[in-house]
């Protein structure tokens, strides 16, 4: 996401405040630190032994693991490179001995007879081109003959988010000769490009027999979902009335996918994209309240649409046809389910899509056992034969949840490679039980189940749910009913590939305060920095810089109801306050705001961390750390003396993984100006690194379009990447000059 749509994130995503269930008192120290024996006795310890013996990697397998990452056997020692140091430059910086190359860039034809792109806003046709704000990716191994393959280095498909794009006002105005129409009504040609730009790409590289890696144009395998893609809708709500809309009466299928953010990969080989600020592209009018049911409207509030509501590119105005009346979300109609207006369409945004890059002629699903919220990744559990499978979830707006779903169907080691992968994802995605969690004071939290047989849920009396749809749809009111614990901005997760923890960043929350106001909360344990940081002349408040939580499951594995927390890294700049902001201490080879993408390596188990920063970037741009965690409970108890106005304490505890050392945690790259690093995927033997690099040159000002020379970013063009000038995201692959694996 943006960091400046985040400024006014409030405007178009939830930031209720109504969990009454955050002020319990500390009653127990963390648990002792668990010792590898515990883990290996534990459900993971059947995939663990596996991943030991592929990885050969020492790191994370001893009891005091941090300073130990030498890979067994190879000589190979991780995260032996130099530091990179922060940046402000406008181009791609890694390690001395790495090379980073651009290799698809927003524009990008994806068709033998698509034109090469201008770059000069004039282009059109973008549902054969590159979208636009790339975001998260994943990799999908192709073998010469064109079949998936888990073993391919030098060919696969990537399946690719195109989150957003880069706006002034209305318009996404790079994309427009002059800038576009910054008022309504906005015309219908710019709006048909603007929808285009959005959604998912797969595309198809290949790497040459010199090394060099480059998408290819005319591959058959190239496809771009849009806005405008028919989907299903799958899973619990699948033809609920909650769904039913002018443009499937049945509340069957849907249209499209929109602000797609974080992605997943299954076990089975498709990818999951991530929906998340959906709600600011729909239009509410100012009446529309009294024209709808009550249950409704406090749905559209706690998701972000109160009446009135601007769309954040004015779409619903193109014109009269369907295409542009279906961002219209308020109730035009006169039915009285919805079939003959768009005031239901909201509720077919929001979920975790299914899509199978492997075969472009299968229908994506929108797989709405998962939940309905403002989605970013989507991460696996370790499968175990005979184990049901957990996705972990994170709903980034402030004061948001974490979320747990856990499938029926336990896991066959024979759907590893099926022949038909929408209905394997049928089989584990469509049926389970979905939890919210809630972290306790001691270190421990609960998994709680979101269902309508919960007496917290069935009688809840901010809003009265129908049904287990009702429950999935509206997954966010369920979660305050059950008393989940409220979120610094839950984004990414990742599972740690040896441990099976599960680390989620937590971006940065301005509504947090040590005296909150009404609309705020204040520090808790898992949650607990609220401090001023200085930018120039301006100030940020808040927790500005973010932190990575991290969950250890209970014995049950995938399918514990309880787990153990503490927090793997505090994000602050190296200088700031030991006691109360630089928690983990950082040094200026580490230091970091705002952690955004989180990924394991598959091949090498580093943890790489990505940023979405807007307090930091006075000193450095948007940048990408490799680290070698712990586990949960290597550090200590902390406690943190908030200042009061008056002069008194607020004391919080909270628990501080074991500080990173220059071995462990280390700056590998940093991007260009104005952008955010994000999305993350490999090859099967670690060599090649891909990422993408979000929307440099952001904050360029519309009235400049005509003067490149005041764009803030031109990259990639100036790192000799494609016509013009006019920046644009893009994703880059890092290889190392030696051949070696990313990170070593
Ligand atoms: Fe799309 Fe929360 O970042
Ligand atoms: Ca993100
Ligand atoms: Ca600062």
Same mark, same amino acid.
């Given at each position: ?9 409030? =405007? ?13 008192? &500390? ?6 630190? =668990? ?5 290996? +006795? ?13 990885? @050969? ?19 190979? !020692?991780? %995260? ?38 201008? $770059? ?21 191994? *192709? ?13 696969? %498909? ?11 006002? *209305?318009?996404?105005? &790079? ?47 190239? !496809? ?13 709500? !699948? ?22 953010? @974080? ?7 498709? =990818? ?9 592209? &729909? ?24 009446? @009135? ?16 009346? +279906?961002?219209?979300?308020? !109730? =035009?109609?006169?039915?009285?389910? @919805? ?33 309905? &919220? ?14 049901? %499978? ?11 949840? #974490? ?25 584990? *995605?469509?049926?389970?039980? %979905? ?18 047989? $919960? ?42 590939? /040896? ?11 301005? /509504? ?8 705020? *909360? ?58 109360? #902001? /630089?928690?983990? $201490? ?19 188990? #580093? ?43 607020? $004391? ?89 694996? #990313?990170?070593?």
């Amino acid at each position: 996401m943006s960091k400046l749509i985040d400024n006014t994130r409030q =405007l178009i995503s939830g930031d209720e405040d109504s969990n009454t269930s955050g002020n319990e008192h &500390f009653q127990n120290v963390l648990q002792a630190r =668990l010792s590898r024996r515990d883990v290996l +006795r534990g459900s993971l310890g059947v995939g663990m032994a596996t991943m030991f013996g592929s990885f @050969g990697l020492s790191a994370c397998t001893s009891d005091d693991n941090n300073d130990d990452n030498a890979a067994a056997g190879s000589g190979e !020692k991780l %995260l032996n490179f130099s530091a990179v140091n922060k940046s402000v430059l406008d181009q791609v910086i890694v390690p001395a001995g790495y090379t980073a190359s651009v290799i698809y860039a927003l524009g990008d034809p994806l068709s033998a007879t698509t034109s090469a792109f201008k $770059n000069d806003g004039t282009d059109g046709d973008f549902e054969n081109r590159a979208g636009d704000h790339h975001d998260g990716m994943e990799y999908f191994g *192709l073998s010469a003959d064109g079949k998936p393959s888990t073993t391919s280095n030098d060919r696969a %498909l990537l399946g690719m988010n195109h989150e957003a794009t880069t706006d002034e006002k *209305l318009t996404s105005f &790079f994309q427009h000769a002059n800038g576009g129409t910054a008022s309504l009504p906005r015309p219908a040609a710019e709006v048909d490009k603007e929808v285009a730009l959005h959604g998912v790409s797969v595309v198809e590289i290949s790497k040459s027999s010199s090394g060099k890696w480059a998408y290819v144009q005319a591959s058959s395998f190239n !496809k771009r979902f849009t806005p405008l893609t028919p989907m299903e809708l799958s899973g619990p709500a !699948k033809g609920d009335a909650l769904m039913v809309t002018k443009y499937s009466t049945t509340g069957l299928l849907c249209r499209g996918t929109l602000n797609n953010c @974080g992605t997943g990969k299954t076990p089975w080989g498709t =990818l999951l994209t991530g929906e998340e600020n959906w709600a600011g592209y &729909f239009f509410r009018s100012a009446t529309d309240d009294a024209a709808r049911d009550a249950k409704s409207v406090t749905a559209l509030k706690r998701y972000g649409r109160s009446q @009135g509501a601007s769309s954040r590119h004015g779409w619903e105005t193109g014109g009269s046809d369907d295409k542009y009346a +279906r961002w219209n979300n308020s !109730k =035009l109609g006169t039915s009285s389910n @919805g079939a003959d207006d768009y005031r239901n369409e909201m509720n077919t945004f929001g979920y975790v899509v299914e899509v199978d890059a492997y075969d472009k002629s299968k229908t994506a699903k929108k797989r709405t056992g998962l939940g309905r &919220f403002a989605h970013e990744s989507a991460a696996f559990s370790k499968p175990v034969v005979g184990q049901p %499978l957990a996705v972990y979830q994170g709903d980034d707006a402030r004061n948001e949840y #974490i979320y747990k779903f856990v499938s029926t169907a336990v896991w066959s080691a024979a759907d590893a490679n099926p022949t038909d992968r929408m209905a394997t994802g049928d089989k584990y *995605l469509d049926s389970g039980k %979905l939890y919210a969690a809630k972290l306790n004071a001691d270190g421990s939290g609960e998994w709680i189940e979101l269902n309508i047989s $919960n007496a917290k849920i069935a009688a809840y009396a901010g809003y009265s749910f129908t049904n287990q749809a009702d429950v999935l749809v509206n997954a966010r009111i369920a979660a305050d009913a059950v008393g989940a614990t409220k979120m610094d901005r839950p984004e990414w997760c990742g599972v740690h590939p /040896n441990t099976g923890e599960i680390y989620f960043t937590l971006t940065n929350n301005s /509504n947090r305060a040590v005296e909150p106001s009404s609309s705020q *909360l204040a520090p808790d344990n898992s949650n607990p920095r609220a401090y001023s940081d200085a930018k120039g002349s301006s100030t940020s408040k808040g927790n500005v810089n973010g932190h990575i939580l991290r969950v250890r499951e209970g014995s049950a594995g995938a399918t514990a109801t309880s787990f153990n927390w503490d927090v793997y890294l505090f994000g602050a700049q190296a200088d700031a306050d030991k006691g109360l #902001i /630089n928690l983990s $201490n950082l040094t200026a080879d580490q230091d970091f705001s705002s952690p955004d993408g989180i990924a394991f390596s598959p091949s090498t188990g #580093i943890c790489w961390i990505q940023t979405d920063d807007g307090a930091y970037t006075d000193v450095t741009n948007c940048m990408m750390l490799a680290a070698i965690p712990g586990k949960v409970g290597d550090g200590a108890k902390k406690t943190l003396a908030h200042k009061k106005a008056d002069g008194s304490t607020l $004391n919080v505890d909270t628990y501080v993984g074991k500080e990173p050392t220059t071995d462990t945690l280390k700056r590998f790259l940093v991007g260009p100006k104005d952008c955010e690093i994000t999305g993350l995927c490999e090859s099967p033997d670690g060599k090649s690194l891909f990422i993408n690099i979000q929307h440099p040159g952001e904050g360029t000002k519309m009235a400049d379009i005509a003067d490149t020379s005041k764009y803030t970013s031109q990259w990639p063009a100036n790192a000799g990447y494609g016509a013009g000038k006019r920046p644009r995201s893009a994703t880059i692959v890092i290889t190392k000059n030696d051949g070696g694996r #990313i990170g070593s």
